[in-house]
Nanobody, 123 residues
Framework: QVQLVESGGGLVQGGGSLRLSCVVS????????MAWFRQAPGKELEFVAT????????RYADSVKDRFTISRDNAKNTLYLQMNSLKPEDTAVYYC????????????????WGQGSQVTVSS
């Protein structure tokens, strides 16, 4: 059974930084495409970033490009999301997700999900 556990969320002032982590167990992390999604109160789930199994390619939502960086450490079965220059509109629950396939921005194509980590950015 594949399990994903996020950590690193919290409360931060606007302009600040946070780093989310997602540890994967029970599967073959090094073969998965990984992604981050987020859901703000009253809004739909939104794509944030995705990375190939080898870290050879990444994709970002326009709203986070140049501020967020997705990365992974296959030796540690861990996915990261470095978030800089945070804005109040980045406030959301952030989810990591995994799929044994190509890069995708579509949440429905991901097979495995974490429980989410709350990020709150104050103005």
């Amino acid at each position: 059974q594949v399990q994903l556990v996020e950590s690193g969320g919290g409360l931060v002032q606007g302009g600040g930084s946070l780093r989310l982590s997602c540890v994967v167990s029970g599967g073959t992390f090094s073969t998965y495409t990984m992604a981050w999604f987020r859901q703000a109160p009253g809004k739909e789930l939104e794509f944030v970033a995705t990375i190939t199994w080898s870290s050879s390619a990444t994709r970002y939502a326009d709203s986070v490009k140049d501020r967020f960086t997705i990365s992974r450490d296959n030796a540690k079965n861990t996915l990261y999301l470095q978030m800089n220059s945070l804005k109040p509109e980045d406030t959301a629950v952030y989810y990591c997700a995994a799929r044994p396939g190509e890069l995708s921005k579509i949440s429905g194509l991901y097979d495995y999900w974490g429980q989410g980590s709350q990020v709150t950015v104050s103005s």
